[in-house]
């Protein structure tokens, strides 16, 4: 039996037929079954029957895990630095378990998307190599560090390989970290490469073609729609995961997307209204330092005020208030004792709108205990902005209400 042989393997009572594919493991059978996906197979006490040998020409030096990708480099094309922090859209299928895990380097990544070829000249690095629940502080610095060099290296555009789950916070983050004179681009895969939907291919190549381009923002790149025709450029902090797996999961929240890149043409075509700065607009600034000891607080009918007590000691807190950003009297009592030392910064449960805390009672007892409004930053951006700015700005107050990174929209957009 060899690689590219059509096959069918049993093994108690399961039986799978498809094509031999190169493994991970010498205990392993990979097998490609006609629906698309791969199914890794114990070779213990399984049965192998060759249906026909060579039924697809596959090249192992070029598959195999750890080998290199090869790309001519033109003195014509820019040259992208892709930078790998893991996620599905550098991983692979551990076939002993079946999960899928991060294992690719940024080589694996230029060989499994030929499409990359002929775009760009490509340098690489992998800062880390974790799934994005493991995403912490200390890597995003050593991230924002890496951008910097890479930047100060010469690159003319960055992409930035990241696991969707928590891609809005690193990419809201690197905005505030870093004034950047050329495109940082954030992308990832909602759906791993061995199966037939997914997502990968498109959305490097789409945020390839951004980093090329003169929108010299933090952005996120996923797809726009189902269809394989369109990615959206989302602002890194307006950007929010709305979806668990479907391909267009990620949509700017209070607008529209700062752009689309068609995948067919590379072409990009910026929204009406639409002003992002331009590439070289200003010089390369980078401030990592962070203060960490900020939480995340929801407010539920009904919750205990201790929820909020217990957040004694910490240097800011950010709640996710009630619409215009109202909790119940009993926080409103916690609130303006924890308000005394400790930045409380107020933002809205509602996926659209601003905070106003002058409308009802409730929320002008807030303002006089020091609560700080956010006007319509999102929950998740207001904490790392949060981080970034205690550690970085005279007043915390003041920073927190104003846009640092197209955070904080000038006015909410109509409904219609």
């Not at 992998?126 to 910097?148: D, K, T």
Request: proline share 4%; glycine share 8%; charged share 25%.
């Amino acid at each position: 039996m060899q690689v590219g042989d059509r096959v069918r393997v049993e093994r108690g009572d399961v039986s799978v037929t498809g094509t031999v594919l190169p493994s991970t493991t010498d205990k392993h059978l990979v097998v490609k079954q006609p629906s698309g996906y791969n199914v890794g197979v114990d070779r213990a006490d399984a049965s192998v029957e060759i249906l026909e040998q060579g039924a697809i020409e596959i090249d192992e030096a070029n598959t195999s895990p750890g080998s290199t990708g090869r790309v001519e480099v033109d003195p014509e094309l820019p040259t992208i630095s892709l930078l790998s922090t893991g996620g599905t859209i550098a991983s692979t299928v551990d076939y002993r378990t079946g999960a899928v895990s991060p294992q690719f380097d940024v080589d694996d990544v230029l060989r499994i998307i030929p499409e990359l070829e002929g775009l760009a000249n490509y340098r690489g690095r992998v800062v880390s190599n974790i799934l994005s629940e493991n995403m912490s502080p200390a890597v995003w610095q050593e991230l924002a560090r890496a951008i910097g060099e890479e930047i100060e290296a010469g690159a003319d555009g960055i992409v930035v390989m990241h696991g969707t789950d928590t891609m809005q916070y690193t990419a809201s983050m690197m905005a505030f970290m870093i004034e950047t004179p050329v495109p940082i681009v954030f992308t990832g895969s909602q759906r791993s490469a061995d199966r037939p939907s997914s997502d990968n291919v498109m959305n490097a190549v789409c945020a390839v073609t951004a980093a090329k381009s003169d929108i010299a923002e933090v952005l996120v790149c996923m797809h726009a729609s189902n269809s394989d025709d369109l990615c959206s450029l989302h602002r890194g902090t307006r950007v929010r995961k709305n979806h668990t797996s479907m391909r267009p999961a990620f949509e700017t929240v209070g607008g529209r997307s700062l752009a689309t890149v068609d995948y067919e043409d590379r072409s990009i075509e910026l929204r009406d209204g639409a002003t992002p700065r331009e590439r070289g607009a200003v010089d390369l600034a980078i401030s990592t330092e962070l203060n960490t000891n900020v939480e995340l607080l929801k407010f539920t009918p009904d919750a205990p005020a201790d929820r909020l007590s217990a957040c004694s000691g910490q240097d800011g807190i950010v709640i996710e208030g009630t619409g215009l950003g109202h909790v119940n009297e009993e926080w409103r009592e916690a609130v303006a004792t924890l308000a005394r030392d400790t930045a409380i910064v107020m933002t809205s449960q509602c996926l659209d709108g601003r905070i106003c805390d002058r409308v009802y009672e409730t929320g002008r007892d807030l303002l006089e205990a020091g609560v700080i409004e956010a006007e319509d930053t999102l929950p998740e951006t207001a904490l790392v902005k949060l981080m970034w700015v205690l550690a970085n700005e005279e007043s915390v107050p003041e920073s927190m209400q104003i846009s640092l990174a197209g955070e904080c929209t000038a006015q909410s957009r109509p409904w219609s």
